[in-house]
Nanobody
Framework: QLQLVESGGDLVQPGGSLRLSCVVSGFPDNYYAVAWFRQAPGKEREGVSCTPSNRNRTTYADSVKGRFTISRDNAKSTVYLQMDSLKPEEKAIYYC???????????????????WGQGTQVTVSS
């Protein structure tokens, strides 16, 4: 059974940093892509970043390029999202999602993923 568990959400001041973790369990190997999404109150869920199975062709939303970094530790079945220089408007529930694939790319679209975690709350406020 596939399961994703996010952690690391917290209250942080503007300009601060957080590292989110997503532990993926249930896959027999590392051929899966993982993405981070976020959803603010009253807004649609949006793609933040994704990493394919081979970790080479990561993707970032324009709004987070240069501030967020996605990384993957296949030995721990964990994907991280390092978020720096956080802004108040980035307050949201952050979700990780996965899809089994051997493709060397990932898609930051919500519809591309079939298994989701429960989310972790990130609040950016002074």
């Amino acid at each position: 059974q596939l399961q994703l568990v996010e952690s690391g959400g917290d209250l942080v001041q503007p300009g601060g940093s957080l590292r989110l973790s997503c532990v993926v369990s249930g896959f027999p190997d590392n051929y899966y892509a993982v993405a981070w999404f976020r959803q603010a109150p009253g807004k649609e869920r949006e793609g933040v970043s994704c990493t394919p199975s081979n970790r080479n062709r990561t993707t970032y939303a324009d709004s987070v390029k240069g501030r967020f970094t996605i990384s993957r530790d296949n030995a721990k079945s964990t994907v991280y999202l390092q978020m720096d220089s956080l802004k108040p408007e980035e307050k949201a529930i952050y979700y990780c999602a996965t899809r089994r694939t051997s493709f060397s790319f990932c898609n930051p679209d919500v519809s591309w993923y079939d298994t989701w975690g429960q989310g972790t709350q990130v609040t950016v406020s002074s």
